[in-house]
């Protein structure tokens, strides 16, 4: 673009990151181009040109709208159109028309400086009415004055299919249509100013093992297509325009981390068995069927968890049966002759469908989500377990359910798990009769009464993420208290033993799915414990085998004798911090560089 | 009837208050009818041809508006509004 702004070089800028990896590239705006406005003075005599061409930007924007509302009609339904009536009735809004007209005429500026300040003007007052939902307005004016503004200037936005350079991919969000256009000869990484772990687009990133960092409030206003720009995806940072020093750093960290990983992947094909004899068994956390590939290629384990909210999320219509069966028995097959644990849909909390109309909860996380919606709503539960019945029938499949708290819940969810097998005996619709089932432990409650849980249930699957954060009652995601979600905390490590000594009092297995599976540090506790199944995000499978490959398991349940007498969660991090120093000396250093 | 003067006044049900959508169907209901159309709520008064001067009006559930209708077909746009009033009373929109 001609009007680039210049920034200043070396800045820093920080997100979320999403998706692990460094990438060194070049910057790539896609959306509408961020707009630097220009004053310009009229001659008298280029005043009712301007007005003409002010008329002719909103005409095309009408134009526009009307393309996309019947567009949108077409393929969401009228519902969702609906949405651009209002934005047809922002651009033909007389009071705005006048005053832009008015003033191009009384103080002889150009269109789009006028514009913009009456629509600025607008935007404030807005800002400060009290009524939350109609300040939210405020996207939708912004949304339709950058479209007035785009046309006034000619200016269109770039797409992600019109991308053929790789490139770093700039967004303010990524839409779903532009996630579909994604490959890895196009995107190297990408960086939007929204999002959350679990959007459509950080999924993919995690997917195709692309570095991604979301979140980065303000990214639009700090660099420029062409610019130069790092992205740490583990770290969630960003550096624009880095000077020759800085690169030097992270080419370096690049070429000692694609070492570390050869180094790694050498020990692909071993097993993950301790120096005394004790095998772990590793498996690997999935969102997309698509995935089961690169596990066969690499590392040949089962699947420890596949989440199935992909097929839920960022879509009008919820998935039939039909295609949820193909989505699980595609799964299935690649992955045999290792197993897949299915997990019934966990949605709520931080992950919402557009479809389903999620109850509008003041604390979502202690609200309707996991289990808790789908025995609200037999209708969806009861699909998506046919679906995963049927599956069985092609490979190794085990069912697990979300955030059970109490027995009823499980008991609960039983009978509908019944139910489902009732419908398919009588459609004489195949699947095997012997199907594992499992509960996730992830709710203190159901950690504590393990012992009670344990009877009824096949296995369980403890998740961390959640089960930390109710313990420590801090939201991980709220910077405040971030600092209290406390993976080492011992009581963490003692709902842990507890939840294994009950599975193994029943001879029932246990497996860890949370993100403390694929942190080195706390693996050797894990172990220690009793549970001898680590699920995890498919590209930390062989940092953990080779720190498994070279620890004892006699020393690491000293470790966990250790930590039971510990008061805080710093102290039970400085001892596993020292063992895994004192097991892989290199292994800490690398992984922080 | 004709040119007369009418008002009346309205209590927004809506759940998310008087916002976008209420409001277009409120302006593309009022363009069907000669008379010109205001809208006031404490003392600030708005035509009906502005979405934004609407939107600015910052109307939220139950708070009362006060429409004034002048103009040939003054009753028939009144009845119309009112019926606007009941429906997205009781729609969720």
Not at chain 1, 370 to 382: G, N, V
Not at chain 1, 497 to 510: I, L, N, P, R, S
Request: charged share 25%.
């Amino acid at each position: 673009m001609t009007d680039s702004q210049t920034f200043p070089d070396n800045l820093n800028i920080t997100g979320i990151g999403v998706s692990r990896g460094i990438v060194i590239g070049q910057a790539q705006i896609i959306g509408r181009p961020t707009q630097e406005i220009h004053e310009v003075v009229l001659e008298p005599d280029q005043v009712e040109k301007e007005i003409d061409r002010f008329n002719q930007a909103l005409k095309a924007s009408v134009d526009q709208l009307e393309e996309l509302r019947g567009r949108v009609a077409k393929i969401l339904g009228e519902k969702d159109a609906r949405i651009f009536d209002g934005h047809l009735m922002l651009v033909a809004d007389e009071v705005i028309i006048d005053e832009v007209k008015r003033r191009i005429r009384s103080e002889c500026r150009n269109a789009e400086f006028v514009f913009n300040e009456v629509t600025d003007r607008y935007a404030r007052a807005l800002s400060q009415v009290s009524d939350s939902y109609i300040r939210d307005r405020l996207a939708d004016i912004r949304d339709v004055a950058d479209r007035v503004m785009s046309n006034l200037r000619g200016v269109m936005p770039v797409t992600l299919d019109k991308v053929t350079e790789p490139s770093v991919i700039i967004a303010y969000d990524i839409s779903p249509s532009d996630t579909a256009a994604m490959t890895r000869e196009n995107v190297l990484g990408f960086v939007t100013a929204v999002g959350s772990r679990t959007s459509h687009s950080a999924i993919m990133a995690r997917s195709m093992n692309i570095p991604a960092v979301v979140g980065a409030t303000g990214i639009l206003n700090q660099i420029n297509t062409g610019d130069q720009i790092i992205v740490d995806g583990l770290r969630g940072r960003i550096i624009a325009r880095p000077d020759g020093r800085t690169i030097e750093r992270y080419r370096r960290r690049l070429r000692s981390q694609q070492e570390w990983w050869r180094i790694v992947e050498a020990e692909m094909a071993l097993p993950a068995e301790t120096v005394d004899g004790y095998r772990a068994q590793l498996a690997a956390n999935i969102e997309l069927p698509e995935e089961v590939e690169l596990i066969r290629q690499s590392y040949g384990v089962g699947v420890g968890l596949f989440r199935t909210e992909y097929l839920f999320i960022d879509r009008e219509e919820i998935p039939t049966e039909a295609e949820q069966y193909e989505a699980y028995r595609q799964v299935a097959e690649d992955i045999f002759p290792h197993s897949v644990i299915i997990r019934t849909l966990d949605i709520g909390g931080d992950k919402f469908m557009t479809k389903l109309q999620m109850p509008i909860d003041m604390n979502p996380f202690l609200g309707v989500r996991a289990i808790r919606f789908c025995l609200q709503r037999p209708d969806i539960f009861i699909t998506q377990l046919r679906a995963i019945l049927r599956a069985t029938a092609h490979g190794k499949v085990r069912v697990m359910f979300p955030m059970i708290a109490t027995v009823e819940e499980l008991q609960k969810a039983l009978v509908f798990l019944e139910a489902a097998k009732t419908e398919l005996d009588e459609e004489g619709i195949e699947y095997s009769k012997r199907i594992d089932v499992g509960i996730m432990i992830e709710v203190p409650s159901a950690a504590i009464i393990a012992d009670r849980l344990a009877k009824q249930v096949d296995f369980f699957s403890i998740g961390t993420n959640d089960l930390v954060q109710y313990s420590l009652a801090a939201d991980r995601g709220n910077p405040d208290v971030a600092n209290l979600y406390q993976p080492g905390h011992p009581s963490i490590i003692r709902l842990l033993k507890h939840v294994a000594d009950a599975a193994a009092q029943e001879g029932k297995w246990v497996s860890l799915c949370g993100e403390m599976a694929s942190d080195p540090l706390f693996v050797p506790l894990i172990l220690g414990l009793g549970i001898h199944e680590l699920s995890m995000g498919i590209h930390s499978i062989g940092i953990v085998k080779r720190l498994i490959r070279r620890i004892r398991m006699y020393d690491a349940e000293k470790l966990v004798d250790q930590a039971m007498t510990c008061d805080t969660a710093q102290e039970v991090i400085n001892l596993c911090e020292g063992f895994v120093a004192r097991t892989v000396p290199d292994l800490l250093p690398k992984l922080r560089m | 009837m004709s040119g007369s003067v009418l008002s009346k006044q309205f209590t927004v049900e809506g759940e998310n208050g008087f916002h976008l959508r209420p409001i277009t169907l409120l302006v593309q209901l009022s363009g069907k009818f000669d008379s010109t159309i205001t809208i006031s709520k404490d003392g600030n008064q708005v035509g009906t041809g502005s979405v934004m001067e609407l939107l600015l009006l910052g109307a939220q559930k139950g708070d009362v508006l006060e429409v004034t209708v002048t103009g040939a077909d003054s009753a028939d746009a009144l009845n119309a509004i009112e019926a606007f009033f009941k429906e997205t009373a009781q729609g969720n929109d």
